[in-house]
């Protein structure tokens, strides 16, 4: 167990989870649910909540990083090979 500058034992963050089979936020916690059903942990229940809408945002980032670099190296229509330069 952690400890503070007084040697006291410190007590653990709470962390937050949103259940996407529920659509509630959970706390950390010996009765939390399954793992495959959530998603986090966050700083927050405000955070929890917007999970759904975080991940949405995400991806459509990723999506769009990955169209911009799909034909810079090592993007999925790059060709490594040199004998292909013509």
């Known amino acids: 167990?952690?400890?503070n500058a007084?040697?006291?034992p410190e007590?653990?963050?709470v962390q937050y989870f949103y259940n996407i089979r529920t659509g509630?936020?959970?706390e950390n916690n010996d009765e939390r649910s399954r793992s495959a059903d959530l998603?986090?942990?966050y700083d927050s229940p405000e955070e929890a909540q917007q999970a759904l809408e975080t991940a949405r945002r995400?991806?459509?980032q990723w999506?769009?990083?990955?169209q911009d670099e799909v034909d810079e190296?090592?993007?999925?229509?790059?060709d490594a090979n040199p004998f292909n330069d013509a």
Do not use: I
Not at 63 to 66: I, K, R
Not at 73 to 78: R, S, T, V
């Open 1 to 3: 167990m952690a400890r």
């Open 6 to 8: 007084d040697d006291a």
């Open 11 to 13: 007590e653990a963050a």
């Open 24 to 26: 509630k936020v959970e």
């Open 39 to 41: 998603m986090g942990p």
């Open 58 to 60: 995400r991806t459509e």
């Open 63 to 66: 999506d769009e990083q990955e």
């Open 73 to 78: 190296p090592g993007g999925a229509n790059w």
